[in-house]
């Protein structure tokens, strides 16, 4: 079996710190798909690095939820190790929000319920993604708004005697608490409200330039700050972006609280 290495590439999707994903033919099915390789020069092999592109494909593997990318084969040679996911065409989130300039509430809600179901289903797995952001969310159909979690190279499954710490993720995205030690599965939802006022928005929510002056900004944002952002914000909004976004994270939101929110519920579509 020759697997993965059969592949026709045709063009490149997108690139991150270690990996490049290329959109790929499969000779024998004509099936698309899209190809992550994992160049193990970049790698430190005797480092953790490994160990996430493990951990990366043994999550899809186990994952099966219509809003986290399908899984199909991974393989590895001497090169990289390569993992072959469904095809999302309509390209992540920051290129659909810099296309589109700002998206309005009631897509926001659609958009948001769908990312908010995925979370609430790898944290009912025990996993947190700890790297949560606009880049990590794929478009499934080129115009349509159904929306699928990837990138789960950070990700940690919670182990019964052992708590997560440490910095993974990207600045922009960080809960507050990552930076006073250990942490909880509650900051993927910090970083969902994140993304979520960057859909409103537009804009990243920080000027700063280095992970110290942003980590200044994180500690420093409240409702206010979140309310100057976006003047034009329904009441409703605001109350959910405020419990989202908690600095005290046992008042924070879980994925299943911002599933059961008004704002989540009155722009609900039944067919998805
Ligand atoms: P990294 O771990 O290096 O950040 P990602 O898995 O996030 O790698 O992929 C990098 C980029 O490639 C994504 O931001 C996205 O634009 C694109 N991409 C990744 N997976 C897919 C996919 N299944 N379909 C379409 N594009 C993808
Ligand atoms: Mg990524
Ligand atoms: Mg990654």
Redesign the pocket.
Known sequence: KTGLNNYIHLKK???????E?V?SLDPTSSQKL?L?I?KKQLLNLQHQDTKYCLI?AALLKEFDHPNI?KFYETSEDKNAFYIA?????G??L??KLKILGKFDEKTSAQIMSQIFSAVDYIHKCGVIHR?LKL??I?FGKKDKMDVKI??F?SSYRKKYNERPKGIFGTQYCLAPEVFSGFYTEKVDIWSCGIILLMMMTGKYPYFGTCLNEVKEEILALDIKGIQSRIPEASPLLLDFLSSVLDKDTRLRFSAKDALGHPWILCFRRPNL
């Open positions: 999707l997108g690139k991150g710190a270690f990996s994903v959109l899209a992550k994992i990366e990318v996911l469904e095809y999302c065409k390209g992540n920051l290129e790297d880049e990590n794929l990837a990138d190279g």
